[in-house]
């Protein structure tokens, strides 16, 4: 049985004049131990799934309707006490910036062993001892000195690396990461991924890793999910999404990327911008940017089926394939 | 390169330093030490002593990690901060310490692009107004009509719909913004153009629409670019030569392909291999013990040392200095210098 199932979710904003859909029809499963990327530009919806997962979603955002199985349990209908429980506890969060996450006026020892008791009997020494493993576990120098110290006292690398500890304090079963290394220097990230990725691998740890990077995806995860517009455009090994994207908007953002093109020369930019939530064009969401749009495709929504090695939602997948065939015998 | 450096620089960087005073006023340098109290200043030495030409036509890119005084460096050049000592020279005259009135003539010729569009376009001024008041200012003698074809040219260059001119800043999307803030500095004409991180703060697919609407620029306008960035992809794509900056100091200056194929300073190769990769499954990244020190009060000595596997007795006497390589590059390393990585490795 796959830890996560998330089924059908739609979650919806109610602004002063309308309700807009930021969420519509997400459905993915994550099986214990596997990491899982979700990518997509701003406006996609990436965050707002970090936050509906652990039912943390506030006004005026709220899940209309679908599951989000964890263990077996819909955390859509539970109550306070029991997403208390869960959250932290069995699936942890990490978030950009690590000074918006660590209490400013508490120690890291203070909040680390507040996190601890709020959930373990156990007593204040016993806390810190456990602190002190954690930290040493994220390759934090002389561990007990930094419990007595103040975040601002730190670096934003190794703030994030406590948030990484104070994840792991609980032992959990998942972990969501939004954007965890994006405010961070390439070498401090790459130090940073290494460290994430060592620890899920060795405690068998689940991780939904949110990013609009392309490259961390590929380096973390083993599946991957393509938002646009609140909906999964693409989903699947992360090896075939990077190798051989499917849907026009991943091949889109791949080919944008600098390094995809000779140096000096145009790059492949994809046209136009992302839609705002309230106003999605009818039929695929993708449809005003994309240069292979139909008629079909400017009315209908396209499923998600599968095609090939992944799942993708997109009418004219077959065309696509044809084409680039054709380009590469041409070639 | 050598038919770039039989003529002279357009902008020739000696020596630059500039230092950040920590203490306001007399009193905050007053420390207690050992019983007694004695005047101690504390100071950000933000950029420490770089050199650099920059001749017509380059794309140079200075790249480095948060805090190494890449934005400083910047900022020298546009004329937005004074250099504590060092001396920068634009067509042979020299520019820093020059007065507004001096300096005037300059900005029309060195424009700036910074990182947040929405901080440099005033929220209460329509696009239109934005856009004129720069060449208003810069040609005294434009009629409206000239002022606002001028506009409308450049509206249309970077492919914002001169349709919108009417409109405020907060009715663009981030990538649209950062268009007008790029035509904003292209309005008056400018030579030089130095960009302080102009995508960072863009999707992807934005970054690739603005990347090569400057691309564009370059060609079409002739400009030359002082690029700050962190992301080496984007180096490696548009820069012709690259700055890598370590605690304010030069590790390494390199045209753009010699870098990436063959880096020498230690830092540059922990930098390049810290890049996420697309298709490597197994990132094989060099770890840097570490993290960067803070430049307040620098100590003597290379500023790389702390966290470089290299680092001997010497890299803590004596800070290198950036030597000549065969294949062009500058490297201020001692351990490259003595050959000592190789032996190493």
Same mark, same amino acid.
């Given at each position: 049985m796959s830890l996560l199932s998330v089924r059908d979710l739609n979650v919806k904003f109610a602004m002063r004049d309308e309700t807009v859909t930021a969420l519509n029809g997400i459905s993915f499963d994550l099986a214990k131990g596997e990491r899982l990327g979700i990518v997509g530009e701003s406006g996609a919806g990436k965050s707002i799934t970090g936050f509906a997962l652990m039912n943390l979603l506030s006004r005026p955002g709220f899940i209309d309707s679908g599951e989000i199985l964890f263990d077996g349990q819909d955390v859509v209908t539970m109550n306070n006490k029991q997403l208390r429980e869960i959250r932290g506890n069995r699936i942890a969060m990490i978030f950009q910036d690590p000074m918006v996450t660590?209490? /400013?006026?508490?120690t890291i020892g203070q909040q680390m062993v507040e996190t601890l008791r709020a959930h373990r009997k156990v007593s204040h020494e016993e806390a810190r001892q456990i602190a002190v493993v954690k930290l040493r576990e994220v390759y934090i120098p002389s561990p007990e000195e930094r419990l007595?110290?103040? /975040?601002?006292?730190?670096s934003g690398g190794m703030r994030q690396r406590i948030i990484i500890a104070i994840a792991l304090l609980l032992d959990p079963q998942l972990i969501i990461a939004d954007e965890p290394t994006t405010a961070l220097d390439v070498t401090i990230q790459a130090d940073i991924m290494e460290l994430m990725l060592e620890l899920c691998q060795s405690n068998q740890v689940g991780l939904i890793l949110i990013t609009h990077d392309l490259g961390v995806v590929s380096q973390m995860t083993e599946r991957t999910l393509v938002m646009y517009a609140g909906r999964i455009i693409e989903s699947g090994r992360t090896r075939s999404i990077i190798n051989d994207p499917q849907h026009p908007y991943t091949q889109g953002l791949i080919n944008a990327l600098p390094q995809q093109t000779q140096p000096g020369e145009r790059l492949r930019q994809i046209p136009g911008n992302m839609p705002t939530l309230a106003q999605i064009p009818s039929g695929c969401a993708f449809n005003p940017r994309c240069e292979f749009a139909t008629d079909t495709c400017r009315s209908q929504i396209p499923k998600i089926s599968q095609y090939g090695e992944v799942e993708v939602a997109c009418h004219e997948v077959h065309r696509l394939q044809l084409e680039t065939q054709l380009e590469d015998q041409e070639a | 390169m050598s038919n770039m450096t039989d003529q002279a620089p357009l902008l020739e960087i000696k020596g630059l330093e500039k230092k950040f005073d920590?203490?306001?006023?007399?009193?905050?340098t007053l420390k207690l030490r050992g019983g007694k109290i004695r005047r101690e200043t504390r100071a950000v030495h933000a950029v420490n002593g770089v050199s650099l030409d920059v001749h017509k036509g380059e794309a140079v890119c200075v790249v480095g990690e948060s805090g190494c005084g890449k934005s400083t460096v910047a900022r020298l050049v546009a004329g937005l901060l004074t250099p504590t000592r060092g001396e920068i020279h634009y067509e042979g005259n020299r520019i820093d310490h020059l007065g507004r009135q001096a300096m005037r003539p300059l900005r029309k010729k060195i424009q700036m692009i910074f990182q947040n569009p929405y901080a440099s376009l005033n929220p209460r001024m329509t696009i239109l107004q934005s856009l004129e008041e720069p060449v208003r200012h810069h040609n005294p003698g434009f009629s409206a009509t000239e002022v606002s074809e001028r506009v409308i040219d450049v509206m249309r260059s970077v492919g914002v719909d001169p349709a919108w001119a009417k409109r405020y800043p907060h009715e663009f999307s981030g990538g649209q913004r950062q268009r007008i803030a790029i035509a904003r500095a292209l309005t008056v004409d400018p030579e030089f153009i130095v960009a302080d991180?102009?995508?960072?703060?863009?999707d992807v697919s934005i970054q690739a629409q603005v990347l090569n609407l400057m691309l564009e620029a370059k060609e079409s306008r002739g400009l030359t670019y002082l690029f700050i960035t962190h992301d080496l992809s984007v180096v490696e794509h548009f820069g012709t030569r690259v700055v890598v900056l370590y605690l304010g100091s030069i590790c390494e200056v390199s045209d753009t392909e010699t870098l990436f194929r063959n880096p020498k300073h230690p830092y540059t190769k922990a930098l390049l291999s810290a890049v996420p990769q697309l298709k490597d499954d197994r990132p094989n990244h060099i770890r840097l013990k570490g993290e960067i020190p803070t430049p307040i009060n620098l100590p003597k000595g290379c500023p790389f040392k702390s966290r470089c596997a290299f680092a001997d007795k010497r890299c803590d006497e004596e800070q290198p200095k950036a030597l000549q390589q065969p294949d062009g590059s500058l490297v201020a390393c001692h351990a490259v210098e003595e050959d000592r990585m190789t032996a190493q490795v």
């Open positions: 660590l209490n /400013p006026v508490l007595d110290q103040y /975040p601002h006292e730190l | 920590l203490d306001r006023g007399f009193l905050e991180e102009p995508i960072s703060a863009l």
